[in-house]
C-alpha cells in the first residue's frame, strides 16, 4: 500500500512538471520570444540625440537623450519573421534614418539589441558589452552642405 502511494505521487509530480513545460512551451510558440532594442547616445560631452523610432503599428515617440543615456523598448517579433523597427535620428550637423530591428537581420542575430550612435556613425551589438557586428555610417551630404547622413 505504501508503495502504491509513493508511486502515485511520483506519477503526479511528473505529470505537473510536465504540464509546465507544456505551458511554457506553448506560451514561447504562442507569443514568440522577448526583443530588447536599446540606443545609447555616445555622441560625447554636452551633445544630445533625438530620436524618433516606430514601427508600421506602434509610433514610440520623440525621445531626446543626453550624452550616455538611453532609449529601449520590448516587444514580441511576429511569427512571420517581418517586424520592422525603424528610426530617424538627428543632432547639430548629423541626421539620419535606418532599420534599427529588421527581423530577417536581428532576429536570430540578438534579443538583446543594443545600438550606440558615435561621431562616426551607429553600431550594432547582440547584447550589451558584446562584440559590434554591424556599423552604418554617416557619410557627408551632398556638396556644399556641412552635415552628415546614415548610409545603412
Same mark, same amino acid.
Given at each position: ?12 509530480s ?34 544630445s540625440?533625438t ?16 550624452n550616455?543615456?538611453?532609449?529601449e523598448?520590448? %516587444? ?9 523597427? %525603424?528610426?530617424?535620428? +538627428?543632432?547639430?550637423?548629423?541626421n ?7 527581423? +530577417?537581420?536581428?532576429?536570430e542575430?540578438c ?11 551607429v ?8 562584440v559590434?557586428?554591424?556599423? %552604418? ?6 556638396p556644399?552642405s556641412?552635415s ?5
Open positions: 500500500m505504501l508503495g502504491s502511494k509513493k508511486s502515485m505521487n511520483t506519477n503526479i511528473i505529470k505537473v512538471v510536465f504540464l509546465l513545460l507544456l505551458n511554457a512551451s506553448l506560451h514561447e510558440l504562442s507569443l514568440g520570444h522577448i526583443t530588447t532594442v536599446r540606443v545609447y547616445n555616445n555622441l560625447g560631452y554636452g551633445i540625440l530620436l524618433h523610432c516606430k514601427s508600421k503599428d506602434d509610433d514610440l515617440g520623440i525621445q531626446v537623450l543626453d550616455e543615456d538611453s532609449f523598448w520590448r %516587444f514580441h517579433p511576429n511569427w512571420l519573421g517581418t517586424t520592422l523597427f %525603424f528610426c530617424s535620428m +538627428e543632432s547639430n550637423d548629423k539620419g534614418a535606418f532599420d534599427i530591428y529588421k527581423d +530577417e537581420r536581428d532576429g542575430r534579443r538583446e539589441c543594443v545600438w550606440k550612435v558615435t561621431q562616426d556613425g553600431r550594432g551589438y547582440n547584447k550589451e558589452g558584446g559590434e557586428q554591424i556599423w %552604418f555610417r554617416w557619410v557627408p551630404k551632398p556644399g556641412d552628415y547622413y546614415i548610409i545603412p
